[in-house]
């Protein structure tokens, strides 16, 4: 018996604030034992695609901390989730940006997931900028070293008024060109 069924049940059926109190529940859940939210990927990708939209950030939330666990699932649904990420939610293009950086590391997704992780340093908020720049640096292969720097360089300007941006960013700069 599933001990956490409830809680599913509570996420896909439930009235809003259920749904939102379960996904809480979830996400702890999620820390210490990832391979129980896996199973329902399928429903969660569904509540992803047609759920209210507070609800779709927080499932992206919960997938990418188990994403490891089915990455070809999550490969299959990466246009779900860049829409979701093409948002308003910080929340869910941080979670976008963790699901690119893992699929990253397998070779056989990482000419689509390097594209598309400098398109989100190209693309991101200001104040995403930097961590993303940082995730992009240690997650693309070397190949895309000089491709990262130029865009990093390029967005440069954006964080002129802010020094410790700036000053994260010109660090990542540094580590691209040593290589």
Known sequence: MDPYKHLFDALFQSKFAIKIQALKDLKIIAEREPEVIVPYFPQLFTEAKEGPEKLKWGVMMLISMCAHLDKEAIFEH???????????????????????????????????????????????????????????????????????????????????DYPPKEKKLQRYLKLLKKG
């Open 78 to 160: 990466l246009g779900l989730f860049a829409a979701i990420a093409d948002g308003p939610s910080v929340i869910a293009r941080d979670a976008y940006v963790r699901m690119l950086a893992m699929l990253s590391q397998e070779q056989h997704y990482t000419d689509t997931t390097t594209a598309l992780l400098l398109d989100e340093v190209l693309k991101s908020p200001v104040n995403q900028l930097p961590s993303y720049a940082e995730t992009a640096t240690k997650h693309i292969p070397a190949t895309h070293y000089t491709q990262l720097a130029e865009i990093i360089s390029m967005r440069l300007p954006d964080v002129e």
